[in-house]
């Protein structure tokens, strides 16, 4: 009983101190180093910082295909430099060509039918245009001749059958009375054919013949435009074919830089508003860098201020900035560090600077602290709004 009570006190007393302990050990700050690499001195005293995104001076350009298909042709490799309208990737267009021999072939046919279309109506017109030009004096002429011939026909028979009624012993010539008459009546007849002629050719075309031939020249005429506007369709049908074709081959919309290549042969690439790029490209020559600005620095911020970018890594050299442009549009920033003390629930103003002597080694998409000349304190004094009382 004794031994307990003075164990306890002495229990107790050693987890006290071993608290006091731990908890000191806790609070006492690690110790640090010294930094690997001495940060860079900022020039400016006063200054607006943010973090920067390098990018081509044309932005880097997501090139698409304007049609799925299977990619057959590359023509270009990371790091190519191209010209506007160079081609980059081609898909299969297997079935473009033989759209456009089918193309070419309903051509030549609707070609043949406008022609065949065409002569109809050519001689609709002819026969509408001699229908016109009756009576013409050579028919008349003609079919008089053929009423003089057929009268002297006509009497010559009528004088033989008379010589043979006048003939009193006929001997012979008896039977040929009937021959004679019947020759009689045919001349008649044909005088009267031919003098029926000679009417009919004198009172030239009938209008309801003309009405006729003109109505055929008219539909004929019709039939020929539009065998040529089958043709025109044609025409258009082979442009859309060739149009088709081209769609299939991917080129350049500017002259740049390969960035990256994400297109293989035997690939099947979509097409659409959320398919894949098959190639980024940009015009490198001036490498532009988009600034993240806060908004709640934005007031602060003096467009014709000096500007430096810090290259992030072991170099940490600094490269000055020329302004180029401002963003007129504040939006939820994107362009993250990674940096645990980084916030993102944060609106920005991004603000374009272009660099004047880059590194070689610099690239699209690296990260850089930008760090902009602040307005004057005392102008931003002067400019901000005076407190109410």
């Known amino acids: 009983m004794k031994l307990r009570l003075i164990a306890l006190p002495i229990l107790a007393l050693g987890g006290f101190a071993l608290t006091g302990v731990a908890v000191a050990r806790f609070n ?3 110790r640090t180093g010294a930094a690997p690499v001495a940060p860079p001195a900022i020039p400016f005293p006063d ?4 973090v920067g995104l390098v990018e081509p001076a044309s932005e880097t350009i997501l090139v698409g295909a304007h049609v799925g298909g299977v990619v057959t042709k590359v023509f270009v490799k990371e790091g190519a430099r191209v010209a506007a309208g160079d081609p980059l990737v081609e898909l299969d267009a297997r079935e473009a060509d033989a759209r456009i021999e089918v193309a070419k ?3 030549v046919s609707a070609v043949a039918a406008a022609e065949t279309a065409r002569v109809r109506a050519a001689a609709a017109e002819l026969r509408v245009a001699e229908l016109r030009a009756h009576p013409r004096r050579e028919d008349v002429a003609e079919a008089e001749a053929l009423v003089t011939a057929r009268r002297s026909a006509l009497d010559d028979a009528r004088g033989r059958l008379d010589r043979l009624l006048k ?3 006929r001997g012979t010539t008896a039977n040929e009375q009937p021959t004679l008459e019947f020759a009689v009546a045919f001349t008649t007849a044909q005088v009267a054919e031919a003098e029926a002629r000679l009417i009919r050719v004198k009172a030239g075309t009938y209008p309801e013949d003309l009405a006729v031939a003109a109505a055929d020249a008219d539909a004929a005429g019709r039939e020929a435009q539009a065998m040529l506007a089958q043709v025109a369709a044609a025409d ?3 442009r859309q074919a060739e149009v088709a074709r081209e769609l299939l081959t991917v080129r350049a919309p500017i002259a740049g830089t390969v960035l990256r290549l994400d297109a293989h042969p035997g690939e099947y690439k979509a097409a659409g508003p959320n398919a894949e790029a098959l190639v980024r490209l940009g015009d490198i020559s001036t490498l532009h860098v988009r600034t993240d600005i806060d908004e709640l620095d934005a007031w602060r911020f003096d467009p014709a201020g000096q500007a430096v970018a810090t290259i992030r890594g072991g170099s940490r050299a600094q490269v000055a900035l ?5 963003i007129p549009d504040v939006a939820p920033k994107r362009t993250l560090t990674g940096e645990n003390a980084e916030r993102i629930d944060t609106r920005v103003v991004q603000v374009i600077y272009a660099f004047e002597n880059p590194p070689a080694f610099l690239q699209p998409g690296m990260l850089v602290d930008v760090a902009v000349a602040a307005k004057a304190t005392k102008a931003a004094a002067a400019t ?4 109410s009382n």
């Open 236 to 238: 258009a049908g082979i």
């Open 28 to 30: 006492t700050p690690p």
């Open 384 to 387: 901000a709004p005076s407190p």
């Open 322 to 326: 020329r302004f180029v442009r401002i």
């Open 105 to 107: 072939a309903a051509r």
């Open 167 to 169: 003939v009193s012993d």
């Open 47 to 50: 200054r607006v910082a943010g």
